[in-house]
């Protein structure tokens, strides 16, 4: 008997461990991903959680850290109560949290995984209902694990564990993600991955048209409502989505003048490199970066290349900035491009970074903290 929980504790260990160390992995390779996750959450939220945006970077790192700390003591049979007590505490939010998720529906991705697995809001809440039972197995059978470390052992285990996450979540934030799993990544090509394919399933909509006759109203379906009858008057017209169909992984790639022309078809078949420098947000913009967002924008038109700015700021915004380049509007104007920020958050995660187009090929990418411009 003993053998036997000593075996299933084991495994439910070891799945809890490499859940938690996966789930933390991948975001501590993408922090500004977490971080850009909670936004949405809190947004979704509103009310008081929307005050709470300033903090969605702490607790980005709380979360990746804790998951992190789990899951090295875990693999590793350290301090085996704890950390059973405090993944079944971990479990005991989230699961619920994901259940109201997955009815509300408040963001399509839950982001548990960052962009390496996306589950839906269903698909993420009975995850948690699996590990939740995992965890209950585990504070079952956990007097039948033996420690492998004591003392001092475990305290060191414990700071290594951290110390692993806060090296990896520092790199990928002042460089770029080491590992990307987004659309955008070097060596994708952008036109390709816009296509969608001629057997595509499309979206599946409810619709439901509403008539009037004598002052009262009557919900009919397309298929069996009062065509050609002049005693009722339609009203309106509701169109629910039922079933998500095909989506490209890049659907919304649009790049405009801020004179709203639409450079997207022009740039994408463009056969030479064209170099963006992107700013989702001019407000959030580095301004210790400014000089070199300058030179690389004249380096560029020295050499006879194309270059852009990109923001998904607006046109007050983007004037003022360019003021304090010591640019005019027209140069401005010369320069910036818009773009969806969201988009721009995806392609990049730095404020400012930097990528280059060939042929629609994303040939580089760059963090601009992280680039040497004379």
Not at 58 to 81: H, Q, Y
Not at 110 to 136: E, M, S
Not at 227 to 239: A, I, Y
């Amino acid at each position: 008997m003993k053998k036997a929980a000593h075996i299933i504790g084991s495994i439910a260990r070891t799945l809890l461990a490499l859940t938690f160390l996966f789930s933390g992995f991948v975001k501590a390779v993408d922090p500004l991903g977490t971080v850009y996750k909670i936004e949405d959450y809190l947004k979704a939220f509103g009310g008081i959680f929307a005050e709470w945006l300033p903090w969605a970077g702490a607790a980005a790192v709380c979360l990746i850290s804790v998951e992190m700390l789990l899951g090295v003591c875990m693999l590793l049979n350290v301090r085996t109560n704890w950390t059973a007590w405090l993944s079944l505490l971990f479990y005991l939010v989230m699961t619920p949290l994901t259940l109201w998720i997955a009815l509300t529906n408040p963001v399509t991705d839950c982001g548990c995984f960052g962009d390496a697995v996306v589950l839906t809001n269903w698909q993420t809440f009975w995850k948690n209902i699996v590990l939740l039972t995992l965890v209950i197995v585990l504070l079952c059978t956990k007097r039948h694990i033996p420690q492998l470390f004591v003392g001092w052992m475990e305290i060191i285990i414990a700071l290594c564990g951290l110390g692993i996450a806060g090296g990896i979540m520092a790199y990928s934030y002042t460089h770029l993600p080491p590992i990307d799993f987004r659309p955008y990544k070097v060596g994708n090509n952008i036109v390709e991955l816009m296509e969608i394919p001629d057997d595509a399933e499309p979206d599946v909509y409810e619709i439901t048209l509403i008539y009037e006759k004598d002052g009262v109203q009557q919900e009919f379906t397309p298929e069996n409502y009062p065509k050609g009858d002049s005693t009722w008057t339609f009203v309106d017209q509701k169109s629910v989505l039922v079933k998500k169909g095909y989506e490209a992984p890049i659907h919304d790639f649009e790049i405009l003048t801020m004179e709203y022309e639409d450079l997207t078809d022009a740039i994408l078949g463009f056969d030479e490199p064209v170099t963006f420098i992107t700013m989702y947000d001019l407000n959030k913009t580095d301004r210790t970066q400014l000089n070199k967002v300058r030179r690389l924008y004249e380096q560029c038109k020295e050499r006879g290349e194309e270059c852009f700015l990109l923001t998904g700021s607006g046109e007050d915004e983007i004037y003022a900035f360019a003021a304090e380049m010591g640019w005019t509007d027209q140069q401005a104007e010369e320069a910036f491009c818009t773009i969806d920020p969201v988009t721009l958050k995806t392609i990049v995660r730095a404020n400012p970074g930097m990528f280059v187009l060939q042929n629609a090929v994303v040939k580089e990418k760059h963090n601009l903290r992280q680039m040497e411009i004379e």
